[in-house]
């Protein structure tokens, strides 16, 4: 993420001030003069549902920490076919208090497996486009296994119990909704 400034003339001399980063639930506050290393760090789960184009930048820049020496990233993103049919875009949609519930509890469940830092969990709603990211998940830790073990864990568990539905828009035939092979939901075509 680049550092924004804002600059201001003020008797011929130009100032530049650093804009403060977003606030994130969790996060510490660093009092002038303090080393961030002085400072306790609270662990942090950032999660984020949006119809906006996602920011890998963002997402890592938001799990990096002084106490870490990993941080480890899964992006999805959207591939231009599927089964010999060309594909042009997916289409996500959620019922957001679920999909955020289940998020939580699938950090809450990283954070009892592993030692982990900061989690972030950013998924993409409606339309997105060939080559574009609908998944970012990054997690810090203090060594890579942790980290990459719980990437791996949070996209797997994710896709089996989070409520997102996706539809694959193809050029030339009808658009199909497909069901995550992971999830555990019941459909209508399985016994009862």
């Known amino acids: 993420m680049s550092s924004l400034e804002i600059s ?35 662990s942090k ?11 890998i930048d963002e997402a890592s820049q938001l799990v990096i920490s002084p106490v870490c020496g990993a941080v480890s990233l899964f992006v999805g993103t959207t591939r231009n076919n599927f089964e010999g049919k060309k594909v042009i875009s997916l289409e996500y949609e959620a019922y957001l208090p679920m999909a955020e519930n289940e998020v939580r509890k699938i950090c809450s469940d ?16 409606g339309l997105v486009p060939v080559s574009e ?8 830790s203090a060594h890579r296994a942790a980290s990459l073990e719980a990437v791996s864990y949070a996209i797997d568990n994710l896709k089996a119990k989070v409520p997102i539905w996706k539809k694959e828009m193809y050029e030339e035939s009808p658009s199909s909704w497909k069901r995550n092979k992971e999830c555990f939901w019941p459909t209508s075509d399985s016994t009862t």
């Open 133 to 140: 990211a609908s998944i970012i998940i990054a997690v810090s």
């Open 110 to 125: 990283i954070r009892q497996k592993w030692p982990v830092r900061h989690i972030a969990v950013f998924h993409r709603l």
């Open 45 to 55: 789960d950032i999660i984020k549902f949006t119809s906006e184009k996602l920011s």
């Open 8 to 42: 201001s003339s003020c008797c011929n001399q130009e100032m530049k001030l650093p804009l403060s980063p977003p606030l994130v639930e969790g996060s510490a506050f660093v009092p002038p003069g303090k080393d961030m290393n002085e400072v306790e760090e609270k």
